[in-house]
């Protein structure tokens, strides 16, 4: 029987295998049973010893490495990490949870990126450990955990506030019934089948709860309580003298594993339009016409749509995540600019600077306008972005031609390059490439290793007023639109 603590960490059962581990002293021993175990599993594929964790320190940034690598690297192979969900690694597991929590709330705090990755990361682990249980095991460890993170038969919405405050569940995501939540069969059935019509009442609570909603909320909860772990942890640290070394250790070897997916899942500098794309300070002489006429300030109607919908999604994504249509990972600002100073430095004074310039400027007589710049970054609607708030809107792709076309024609003055490609990113992009490429052969050529590239002309914030100066820029490479997605209006 797989224990509930293999699950929930901070089950009654979880907090006895801590009680009985004591103390630091020895965390950072070799554990020869853990290796054992990982080495064992049938499933597990090794390619080197090196990734074998060997202690409760290289287990806990195991478990990090396993999320960031599944959600960034394209070419993640999941038999590297299977004995993450061998339960015979649970008291290792159990210590590494918490380690990981502490590490984190003494060093980064609660409402940091670090905080965000480990509790998607705990939701995603409880989820694909359920996967490789069967159907009755994993529906009997859901009902026994929320048996006890309930701790009544009959439960309140109320009683999820924090977790719908977070936006961890959306209230139409539960069946309620007068105000009580109801999960149980017989309790549904008791309920509705008088109310329910020309349908078979338990294929209705299949339907609306079955097994599904169980393990939703299950999951959420214990995503809750991981995130209020970290915060109790985070309190107790401030009136602490001198937090352990060995959690502060642990917390800047995390830090490197969030900063991974930068350095090595897609922004190398590898050369020509099939490579990845490098971020850097954003350069005007790339920008497509629609840009550079936005940037003018918009004299007519279409202000909202131009400066919200249209600039907000293109000038974060080419400043942070140029490759989103290459890559096809969804990710948050925070993935890309933990410590968001890139966007409020960079990012968003262009975009406030092009909203002055319209006529009326934008945020004089609209200043909620901010509110939804914020929204369309995914920070929700609020007037400042907090890391906290990140999550609760979608970071807006930026929109395609075609919908430039039909929402703000007055923003489309395609040239010939427009021609060949479907979104003002995949421009923006090409024309970087192209120079790069370009400055590189003339380099090659003449031997002198001087570089005009217009990727690296640019080593500030950019002015509205910047203008298109040197040669003609050329864009060679295939006819035809690029597939690129496309973001919302």
């Known amino acids: ?264 899942y897609g922004y190398g500098s590898g050369r020509g339009g099939g490579g990845p794309m490098k971020t850097g300070p954003l350069n005007p002489l790339a920008f497509p016409p629609c840009v550079k006429k936005a940037l003018e300030g918009i004299k007519s109607g279409g202000r909202n749509d131009a400066i919200v919908l249209f600039m907000t999604p293109f000038v974060s994504y080419a400043r942070l995540y140029p490759d989103v249509f290459r890559m096809n990972i969804s990710k948050r600002v925070s993935d890309q600019d933990p410590q968001l100073e890139i966007t409020e430095n960079e990012v968003l004074p262009l975009i406030y600077e092009a909203a002055q310039r319209c006529v009326p400027p934008l945020f004089d007589d609209q200043p909620q306008e901010k509110v939804n710049i914020n929204a369309k970054l995914g920070f929700g609607m609020h007037s400042s972005l907090k890391m906290e708030h990140e999550g609760e809107t979608t970071w807006y792709t930026p929109m395609s031609c075609e919908k430039i076309k039909l929402h703000l024609p007055h923003l489309c003055r395609p040239d010939d390059i427009c021609k060949k490609i479907g979104n003002p990113l995949s421009y923006y992009n090409r024309m970087i490439w192209e120079v790069r490429n370009q400055d590189e052969s003339d380099s090659d050529s003449d031997g002198t290793g001087s570089s005009n590239n217009i990727a690296e002309a640019s080593t500030g914030n950019v002015n509205a007023n910047d203008e298109v100066k040197g040669r003609q820029i050329g864009v060679t490479g295939k006819n035809g639109k690029s597939d690129d997605n496309s973001g919302e209006v």
């Open 1 to 264: 029987m797989v224990s509930i603590s293999f699950l929930n960490p901070l089950s009654p059962e979880g907090k006895d295998i801590v009680r009985e581990l004591g103390s630091f002293e020895g965390i950072s021993q070799d554990i020869p049973e853990l290796r054992r175990l990982v080495t064992r599993n049938p499933s597990q594929e090794i390619a080197d010893d090196k990734e074998i964790p060997s202690n409760y320190l290289e287990l806990a940034l195991k478990r990090m490495e396993w999320y960031i690598k599944k959600k960034h690297d394209r070419e993640f192979n999941s038999r590297r990490y299977s004995f993450l969900s061998d339960q015979s690694i649970t008291r290792y597991d159990v210590i590494a949870f918490y380690l990981l929590c502490q590490a984190i709330g003494v060093k980064f705090g609660p409402n940091s990126r670090e905080t965000r990755v480990m509790v998607e990361s705990q939701g995603d682990l409880i989820q694909e450990r359920l996967g490789k249980l069967s159907t009755e095991e994993s529906r009997l460890m859901v009902e026994k955990s929320l048996q006890m993170l309930l701790k009544d038969d009959r439960v309140h919405w109320t009683f999820f506030q924090e977790l719908l405050s977070t936006r961890k569940i959306r209230l139409t995501d539960l069946v309620l019934d007068r105000g009580e939540l109801i999960l149980d069969r017989e309790d549904f059935i008791e309920r509705f089948a008088p109310r329910i019509e020309h349908r078979n009442p338990s294929s209705m609570y299949q339907l609306l709860i079955g097994d599904e909603l169980k393990e939703l909320i299950m999951v959420k909860m214990i995503m809750q309580e991981t995130e209020d772990y970290i915060k109790q942890v985070h309190k107790k640290a401030r009136i602490m003298v001198e937090p352990n070394p060995i959690l502060l250790e642990l917390a800047d070897e995390v830090a490197e594993v969030l900063a991974e997916p930068m350095q090595h």
